[in-house]
């Protein structure tokens, strides 16, 4: 059994940045692809960004490129989610997810049925 816990929401004026986390717990952390996605009320979930477990390849939504970073810190079994020049169309529940056990990105690395942990969320909201 794996828990996600993610922090580092809150209300940010257009422009902004947060650094977003998720904390990993209850099995090892090593060898698990992780990914960033997020959810707008009345809009299905869709996939922000993805990191393998080593050597840290990353993998980005189009709309996210160039803004966000995904990294982790497999010492500290969690990943995080740089998020830069935060835009209206940026507010949503972030989610972070693992594929728990590892076996590969079989239907893409965007795809929610990859992952099998989810955490709760944490909203980010941005202000014009």
């Not at 940010?12 to 986390?21: E, H, I, M, T, Y």
């Not at 990191?51 to 939504?61: D, F, K, L, R």
């Not at 810190?73 to 935060?86: C, E, F, R, W």
Request: hydrophobic share 30%.
């Amino acid at each position: 059994q794996v828990q996600l816990v993610e922090s580092g929401g809150g209300l940010v004026q257009a422009g902004g940045s947060l650094r977003l986390s998720c904390a990993a717990s209850g099995r090892t952390f090593s060898g698990f692809p992780m990914a960033w996605f997020r959810q707008t009320s009345g809009k299905e979930r869709e996939f922000v960004a993805a990191i393998t477990w080593s050597p840290g390849n990353t993998y980005y939504a189009d709309s996210v490129k160039g803004r966000f970073t995904i990294s982790r810190d497999n010492a500290k079994n969690t990943v995080y989610l740089q998020v830069n020049s935060l835009g209206p169309e940026d507010t949503a529940v972030y989610y972070c997810a693992a594929q728990v056990p590892y076996r590969g990105w079989g239907r893409g690395f965007s795809k929610e049925g990859e992952y099998d942990y989810w955490g709760q969320g944490t909203q980010v909201t941005i202000s014009s």
